[in-house]
């Protein structure tokens, strides 16, 4: 079984930093691109950065600047750096992995989210 585990959410003061990761377990035979989205109640889930096997990275443009996205294909992680958080930034992220499992099978797979909350 596969699957992603993230870590790292949590309650900060506005202007203040986190960092997210989220780890890919399994029987993985190569991870494609990986990423963050965020999802606030009512709302649909976006994205807001990539990255893919080549450390190619895009982010939404509300982030541009204040988070940096990261992975370590070694331990088949991602890392996200939120830095200058902003109570717009307080939602439920969620990573994503596109994934060749044994058998040339392709998943996409979900974290199980982790709250961010940003006071103002």
């Known amino acids: 079984q596969v699957q992603l585990v993230e870590s790292g959410g949590g309650l900060v003061q506005a202007g203040g930093s986190l960092r997210l990761s989220c780890a890919a377990i399994?029987?993985?035979?190569?991870?494609?691109?990986m990423g963050w989205y965020r999802q606030t109640p009512g709302e649909r889930r976006e994205l807001v950065a990539t990255?893919?096997?080549?450390?190619?990275?895009n982010y939404t443009d509300s982030v541009k600047g204040r988070f940096t996205i990261s992975r370590d294909n070694d331990k088949n992680t991602v890392y996200l750096r939120m830095n200058s958080l902003k109570p717009e930034d307080t939602a439920v992220y969620y990573c994503?992995?596109?994934?060749?499992?044994?058998?040339?099978?392709?998943?996409?797979?979900w974290g199980q989210g982790t709250l961010v909350t940003v006071s103002s």
């Open positions: 990255i893919t096997s080549g450390t190619s990275t």
């Open positions: 994503n992995a596109r994934v060749t499992i044994p058998l040339g099978t392709f998943r996409e797979l």
């Open positions: 399994g029987n993985i035979l190569s991870i494609n691109s």
